[in-house]
C-alpha cells in the first residue's frame, strides 16, 4: 500500500527558514499537500501542489517536488513563532478519493 | 462559509457506554470522509461516502465502529461499545467531486476519552 515518511522533528531558530521533507511511494500520486495542526485544533490546508508541477510558492511558503525521486518538500521563508505546529505531508492517487498521511513533522521554534 | 462542523468537540465516556459523533460537511460537497488521529498510528481514512454511499469503510477497525450519511448535509460515526483504546481525535472532512474537487476540508475534531 502507499506509504508517506516524514522526519518526527524539526527545530529552527525564529527569523531562519524551515524545510520539512517527505517521501512517498505511491508512483500513481496526483496530488500532494501540505496541512497544518495547532495543539488542540483541526488540519488547516496550507497547500498542495499536482503532481506535473515541481514549484509552487505562495507568500512565505514554497513547496518543491521531485517527481522521479519521490520527495516532496515544504520551505517556509522567515519562521515566525506562530509556525510552531505539527505540518502533515499527504498523497492522494490516481483513482484514489481519499488521503494518506504521514505522521506529521512538529516545528519546534527557538527564539 | 462555516466549514466542516463536527460534535461534540471533547467527550468522555466510560467503557461499554456508546459514542455518537457527528459531522456536518461543508453545502455542495459530495465526499464526507472520517479519520482518526492517534500517537501510534497517525491519520488513518475510516471510512468515506460519495453522494450520502458508504464507498469505502475498510478502515473501519472492527463491527463496534458504524457510520451513516442519511442525507447530504449530516453523518454519523457510532462506536458501540466503546473500549479505552478508541481513545483518539475523530475527524470529519469534505470536499467537492471531480473535476475541481482537489481540496479537501477538515473539521476541527471529536476528542473522544474512554475511561
Known amino acids: 500500500g502507499e506509504d508517506v515518511e516524514q522526519s518526527l522533528f524539526l527545530s529552527v531558530r525564529e527569523g531562519d527558514s524551515s524545510v520539512i521533507n517527505c517521501t512517498y511511494t505511491?508512483?500513481?500520486?496526483?496530488?500532494l499537500y501540505w496541512y497544518k495542526q495547532e495543539p488542540g485544533a483541526g488540519l488547516q490546508l496550507l497547500t498542495y501542489?499536482?503532481?506535473?508541477?515541481d514549484m509552487k510558492q505562495d507568500q512565505r511558503l514554497t513547496v518543491l517536488l521531485n517527481k522521479k525521486d519521490k520527495h516532496l518538500s515544504l520551505r517556509i521563508a522567515d519562521t515566525q513563532t506562530g509556525d510552531s505546529a505539527i505540518y502533515f505531508c499527504?498523497?492522494?492517487?490516481?483513482?484514489?478519493?481519499?488521503?494518506?498521511f504521514g505522521k506529521g513533522t512538529h516545528l519546534i521554534i527557538q527564539p | 462559509d462555516a466549514g466542516v462542523i463536527q460534535s461534540p468537540r471533547h467527550e468522555v465516556t466510560e467503557m461499554g457506554q456508546e459514542v455518537t459523533l457527528r459531522c456536518k460537511p461543508i453545502?455542495?460537497?459530495?465526499?464526507l470522509f472520517w479519520y482518526r488521529q492517534t500517537m501510534m498510528r497517525g491519520l488513518e481514512l475510516l471510512i468515506y461516502?460519495?453522494?450520502?454511499?458508504?464507498?469505502?469503510d475498510s478502515g473501519m477497525p472492527e463491527d463496534r465502529f458504524s457510520a451513516k450519511m442519511p442525507n447530504a448535509s449530516f453523518s454519523t460515526l457510532k462506536i458501540q461499545p466503546s473500549e479505552p483504546r478508541d481513545s483518539a481525535v475523530y475527524f470529519c472532512?469534505?470536499?467537492?467531486?471531480?473535476?475541481?474537487?482537489?481540496?479537501?476540508?477538515f473539521g476541527e475534531g471529536s476528542w473522544l476519552t474512554v475511561v
Open positions: 472532512a469534505s470536499r467537492i467531486g471531480q473535476p475541481s474537487g482537489n481540496t479537501i476540508y
Open positions: 505511491d508512483s500513481s500520486s496526483t496530488y
Open positions: 501542489i499536482f503532481s506535473n508541477m
Open positions: 499527504a498523497e492522494r492517487g490516481g483513482g484514489a478519493d481519499g488521503l494518506t
Open positions: 453545502s455542495g460537497h459530495d465526499y
Open positions: 461516502f460519495n453522494n450520502n454511499v458508504p464507498i469505502d
